[in-house]
């Protein structure tokens, strides 16, 4: 896929707008992440287009020298539909964050994922309203004490990967804000999916939400609650690769390679391609304390897309066609003289 | 044709056909106009029918009608009092008592008539023999009966056979006005093609219906219209729906552009996307998105990549795409907004007719948010206003409100067929790959248009979104007096579309002492009254606009040198208000309706009498 030819660098993506997240903030690594995947897809410039919702996140289409549309709040989705049904030759990004996409988004979100549109959907996840000074999101686990939560949260959360999964999304990936070569490598295998690709970053709000990923992303524990999903690969994790995931009935166990029997050839090989949703929906809803978070490409089906389906369909009724113009149509039918 | 009976010749005919929604009464109605299309009659029709889909059977709330004005002359609209009531059961006579005048021939099946039907229908005694009815010519007739007895070598179920009843009723209609059998015959024959029984049975039913009336002379006269004396050229009968959807296509092929339709169904727009999705042969692409909001966003993302984008809708869906409409007014994107307006607030009427979202399309939204507003005046006009809306949309870079209304969309007309080569280019400012003076806000001095930039285009890239920009450069931009000139620059584009569109026309003596003002789908009908009074020599002109957003720059003078003037709406004043505010000088008189239904002839003359006085 990829174009030397055009020899693109990623200083070719920086718009030179003022780049106004905060400072240390999760969102600038998955923006020098795209820019980094952006000069090798063999696309040309002016065939990418970056569309966006409303929040910290949507404020990335400014930052990269693309095409860009920053659209209204929840309704990213629906505009980037339109760019793609429009012109399908476009490579369509679409940047939204928990609260845009799961909440007033989610109607648009999910059908997204149903009719299995080329687009690549990055869901910036720090699990908070950052824009609007930290308010819960969709994405908030129970008890947090929010702006409009004073006394925590009552209510559960989406899991974003369990809803895109649940909605028919052919691709669902997780990443992590501190690992952006990792980071790049899942935006370029969505960009290879055909059909919708589904991407949430765990991303860190320095503000509002900071450390509410730390039990997956720090130093200490990354390795112990990170377990990485390669196609045709084991499900084994920590930090002595000593740990893997097991299918034991009809649920995901972790267990220790070397106790209680268990060897390497027991543990669950990854398979991102199985139509079955049973095991990438358990695998998206791994959790700590009990299970590491599985980050990396989950799932990743062919299935036909809604643009391609419908180009087929245009193509078909204009080769069968006897109308073939306006004029042709005005005059069909019944009709009369005088 | 046996031709026992004389033949009369009349100017005009109205008939309405009325029974329980399921008596397939639209269906008698478009045969029966398919057939007045082959006589060479001008016309136009007006379906009136409950949203349910199956209301409670023989209840006057359950009762579905359609109704056919033809006429020798032009007929400008659906007509108003009945000539012709065919009524299949009681309710539908208790239901259309007010559509009736003295001598209207109401022709009835007989054969529902029980206790049990009059209770349903609301009637403590018989119509039909209470005398009630006896300034009107009853024709009572055993149609569920004959019908069954014409299908019975047939082999069908008894309701099976009853669902042909409705064929027996056109049969005698057709017969009374002289028609030729021919055209509903080429219509059993494509519905039912490879059903030879099917076809059959209705012909025979159809048949049977017309030798009934002719044997048993039902009727003391026929009566005949005769051809219209419409301009030479090819006809075909159309909705304002179809016609519509049949304009945003010649505007997608006299401007080059891709048609996209991102819409949502709702009554009475529905029929729009129905219609738009058929022609992937003429490359539309057709939308139905998953929601109102995502209709006119993706269509908004469709224009942004180069589309003639539009979305349809009715009412409530207006109100839902009120946020993404300001975005496409921010991005200064083409996109057409068409409201096929019903019976408001709320769900309010789904099925029935009014003006009343006007003043939600000129101000329904947030900010100083201005975009073209224009209205179509006939159910066949719709195609030119649709046509009109694409280009004033993709000439000016902006978003336009199209306001049709339920009567014009599902009404159908007598249509002149154009030919493409004679509609005008659209030729909107796309921007040239590579134009070093490119800036995402750079206007046409004189129209304030900005260029069309679409992504694909190599040296173009930019940013667009619904913040606001920086006048010319288009980079973000929160400073006070750039929000100041930002707003303004995008009210001065839409006042200056006033240099683009035809001056407001004055039908009749620009000195009248009452002058009739209208908008929309009311022009048929108060032209006709407006005519009317004129034939009689009383001093009265009409101002129809077709132009709210902005107005043509004439008005005022169009407005000036009037005793009085009435504004005429189907809501309860609301381009009077507007009128009001954009003309303070002149006084306005208000004659209003909000009955879901269209104004009548007789009304609107009782009115301009009064007025007169």
Excluded at chain 1, 271 to 293: C, N, S, W, Y
Excluded at chain 2, 263 to 280: G, H, Q, R
Excluded at chain 2, 604 to 609: R, T, V
Aim: proline letters at 5%; a negative charge; aromatic letters at 8%.
């Amino acid at each position: 896929m990829e174009n030397q030819n055009m020899n693109l660098t990623k200083e070719d993506f920086v718009s030179g707008q003022v780049v106004k997240w905060c400072p240390g903030c999760g969102d600038h690594a998955i923006l020098s992440a795209v820019q980094n995947v952006l000069p090798r897809l063999g696309k040309k410039k002016e065939d990418i287009v970056v569309v966006s919702g409303i929040g910290c996140s949507s404020r990335f289409p400014y930052y990269v020298n693309t095409y860009g549309f920053h659209s209204i709040h929840g309704r990213a989705a629906a505009a980037a539909t339109g760019v793609k049904l429009a012109n399908p030759n476009l490579s369509v990004w679409m940047i939204t964050g928990d609260g845009d996409c799961t909440a007033i988004g989610g109607n648009h979100f999910i059908h997204a994922c149903r009719r299995n549109i080329d687009i690549n959907l990055i869901l910036f996840n720090n699990r908070i309203y950052g824009m609007t000074k930290g308010q819960f999101s969709p994405c908030t686990f129970r008890g947090t004490k929010t702006k409009t939560s004073p006394q925590g949260t009552y209510e559960d959360p989406f899991n974003p990967g369990e809803l895109a999964i649940g909605a028919k999304a052919t691709f669902f990936a997780r990443a992590v804000d501190t690992n952006p070569k990792e980071m790049s490598d899942i935006f370029m295998e969505a960009y290879n999916h055909k059909g919708m690709s589904v991407t949430e970053v765990l991303q860190n709000c320095m503000i509002f939400s900071n450390g509410v990923h730390e039990n997956i992303t720090g130093k200490d524990v990354r390795e112990d609650m990170q377990v990485k999903c390669e196609h045709g690969k084991p499900l084994i994790f920590g930090k002595d690769r000593n740990k893997g995931i097991v299918l034991r009935g009809t649920q995901l166990e972790v267990v220790t390679i070397g106790e209680n029997g268990i060897t390497e050839k027991d543990i669950l090989v990854h398979d991102k391609t199985r139509q079955d949703t049973g095991i990438h929906m358990m695998l998206a809803h791994m959790m700590p304390p009990e299970f590491p978070v599985a980050i990396g490409v989950i799932r990743d089906v062919v299935a036909p897309t809604f643009n391609d389906s419908l180009d087929e369909i245009i193509a078909n009724e204009k080769a069968n066609s006897k109308i073939n113009c306006v004029d042709d149509l005005l005059n069909s039918g019944t009709t009369w003289t005088i | 044709m046996t031709g026992k009976s004389k033949v009369v010749e009349l100017e005009q005919v109205v008939i309405r056909f009325a029974g329980d929604s399921g008596d397939g009464m639209q269906l008698t109605g478009s045969l029966f106009s398919d057939s007045t299309a082959f006589a060479g009659n001008d016309f136009a029709t007006f379906p009136d029918y409950p949203a349910e889909i199956r209301p409670p059977q023989g209840t006057v709330a359950g009762v579905s009608g359609f109704q056919v004005h033809f006429g020798h002359k032009p007929v400008h609209s659906t007509g108003d009092l009945c000539d012709v009531l065919v009524a299949m059961n009681p309710a539908s006579i208790k239901a259309n008592m007010r559509w009736l005048k003295p001598g209207t021939i109401i022709i009835f099946d007989s054969d529902s008539l029980s206790d049990k039907a009059l209770e349903k229908a609301g009637y403590t005694s018989d119509p039909t023999t209470d005398g009630s009815l006896n300034e009107y010519k009853l024709i009572s007739a055993p149609i569920s009966a004959l019908t069954e007895e014409a299908l019975k070598d047939f082999g069908m179920d008894k309701k099976s056979m009853l669902k042909s009843k409705n064929m027996f009723a056109l049969g005698i209609v057709m017969y009374l006005f002289n028609r030729s059998l021919d055209s509903v015959y080429k219509y059993f024959e494509t519905k039912f093609k490879g059903k030879p029984q099917v076809i059959e049975a209705n012909r025979t039913v159809l048949d049977a219906g017309f030798h009934y009336a002719d044997t048993w002379e039902l009727f003391a006269n026929t009566y005949e219209v005769h051809a219209a004396e419409l301009e030479k050229g090819k006809y075909r009968n159309i909705t304002g729906n179809t016609a519509m959807a049949w304009g945003l296509m010649a505007a997608a092929e006299r401007s080059g552009r891709q048609l996209f339709l991102g819409s949502y169904p709702i009554t009475p727009a529905t029929d729009i996307l129905v219609e738009l999705t058929k022609y992937k042969n003429l490359n539309v692409k057709a939308y139905q998105a998953e929601d109102e909001i995502a209709g006119i966003m993706s269509s908004i993302g469709a224009s942004y990549a180069g589309c003639l984008a539009v979305t349809t809708t009715s009412g409530p869906g207006l109100s839902l795409k009120s946020e993404a409409m300001g975005l496409a007014v921010m991005t200064e994107l083409p996109l057409v907004i068409i409201d096929v307006q019903r019976g408001g607030p709320s769900t309010g009427l789904p099925t029935k007719t009014e003006q009343s979202d006007l003043l939600q399309a000129l101000y329904g939204r947030n900010g100083d948010c201005p975009l073209v507003v224009i209205a179509a005046k006939s159910s066949a006009g719709c195609f030119y206003a649709a046509f009109e809306a694409a280009r004033l949309a993709l000439e000016h870079m902006t978003p336009v409100i199209l306001l049709s209304d339920g009567a014009l969309g599902n009404g159908s007309e007598v249509f002149k067929i154009p030919t493409m080569a004679d509609m005008p280019t659209i030729v909107p400012p796309i921007a040239k790959a590579n134009d070093l003076e490119y800036a995402p806000y750079r206007r046409n001095p004189e129209t304030l248009v900005r260029q069309w930039a679409v992504p694909g285009t190599e040296g173009l890239r930019h940013r667009v979104g619904g913040l606001e920009k920086e006048n010319v450069k288009g980079n973000l931009s929160t400073d006070p007096t750039n929000h100041q000139i930002m707003t303004e620059l995008r009210e001065g584009k839409i006042e200056r579309v006033a240099n683009d569109i035809p001056e407001q026309e004055i039908y009749g003596d620009k000195n009248a002492d009452l002058l009739v003002v209208s908008w929309g789908g009311t022009y048929g009908v108060v032209r006709t009254a407006v005519e009317k009074l004129m034939a009689e020599g009383k001093s009265v002109a009409h101002a129809h606009f077709s132009y709210i957003m902005p107005l043509p720059k004439n008005t005022a003078d169009v407005l000036a040198g009037h005793k009085k003037v009435v504004v005429c709406e189907m809501n309860r004043g609301q381009f009077a208000k507007y009128l009001r505010m954009n003309y303070p000088e002149y006084k306005y008189e208000q004659f209003n309706k909000v009955q879901g239904l269209p104004f009548t002839i007789a009304e609107l003359d009782e009115k301009f009498n009064d007025l007169l006085k």
